[in-house]
């Protein structure tokens, strides 16, 4: 069997199993930011300090400091996955992140591996990154926009030692949100299962494909075609030819279905259309924000 259809069948046996106990009674129920639902950070390494998406209205931007770089790639979704869902769940700016490296690892569910290309490394490079950006989104209709300049974290302790990531610590590793990005992502955040986060862990696009379909669905009354340009300005990163891009879309999209298959999505002539269904999370988001 090919390590693609074994994890497709691995995709479609969890789904399965999500169907048979939904996302809050598994403990699996999380949350994410609308506007990282629906425009994205880096896929990959990023030049320069800045990076930007657009999604129908809206522009979302993330600056980081040129000596740090930008975030990307699976884990900072994670973190931010896992950042909302606890803030939401707390109602509290101050998070605590555990006693030990290993032990918020785990909340991640990712296993705490040493050197210079360990997941402890990346996990520490990433979080430094994404805790240093702030993030701009605009939303422009014509003559009249609307601007919000949001800085994630306000403050951050970190006292474990990468080097003994199973340790505990005297004091317990904190993060202090903003008051902006509190109040943005516990006013109406995006229901998500963090079960398909776990499945789909090791694709960005997968997880920021995933996102912004349960997103996207939780208000669609009608069938509506995304075109090819505007999934690129979203989702693409790097494609040099829109070809490349579509067959990697398609590619990622068709294992995102394979975990939420209840999503009505058909390829056509100009994109992808998308036909009115069921949220993956039973806990709606309604309104229309001005993206796709």
Not at 43 to 72: C, M, Q, T, W
């Amino acid at each position: 069997m090919s390590y693609g259809k074994q994890r497709r069948e691995q995709a479609i046996e969890q789904a399965l199993s999500m169907e048979a106990e939904e996302a809050d009674k598994a403990d699996a129920l999380g949350f994410m930011s609308r506007a990282l639902a629906q425009a994205t950070i880096p896929h990959s390494k990023a030049e320069g300090p800045e990076f930007s998406r657009r999604n129908g209205d809206l522009r979302l931007s993330i600056l980081s400091p040129s000596d740090v770089g930008l975030p990307y790639g699976s884990k900072p979704r994670l973190l931010i996955g896992w950042v909302v869902t606890e803030a939401v769940r707390s109602q509290s700016r101050t998070l605590v992140l555990g006693s030990s490296l290993s032990e918020f690892m785990a909340k991640l569910d990712l296993m705490p591996t040493g050197g210079q290309w360990g997941s402890i490394t990346s996990l520490k490079q990433q979080m430094k990154r994404l805790f240093s950006s702030s993030i701009t989104a605009t939303y422009d209709t014509g003559p009249q926009f609307d601007l919000r300049n949001i800085q994630m974290v306000s403050k951050a302790r970190l006292w474990w030692d990468p080097k003994s990531p199973d340790q505990t610590t005297l004091w317990e590793s904190t993060l202090t949100l903003s008051e902006e990005f509190f109040e943005e992502v516990t006013e109406r955040p995006v229901p998500i299962d963090m079960r398909a986060y776990r499945v789909l862990r090791d694709s960005p696009m997968c997880l920021d494909i995933y996102t912004w379909l349960t997103y996207r669905m939780s208000y669609l009354k009608k069938r509506t075609v995304i075109p090819w340009e505007a999934l690129e300005a979203q989702f693409g990163s790097n494609y040099k030819d829109p070809k490349n891009f579509r067959a990697a879309f398609r590619k990622h999209l068709n294992r995102v279905l394979a975990v939420y298959h209840m999503a009505q999505v058909a390829e056509v002539d100009r994109g992808v259309e998308l036909r009115p269904s069921p949220p993956h999370v039973r806990q709606l988001v309604v309104e229309n924000p001005g993206g796709r």
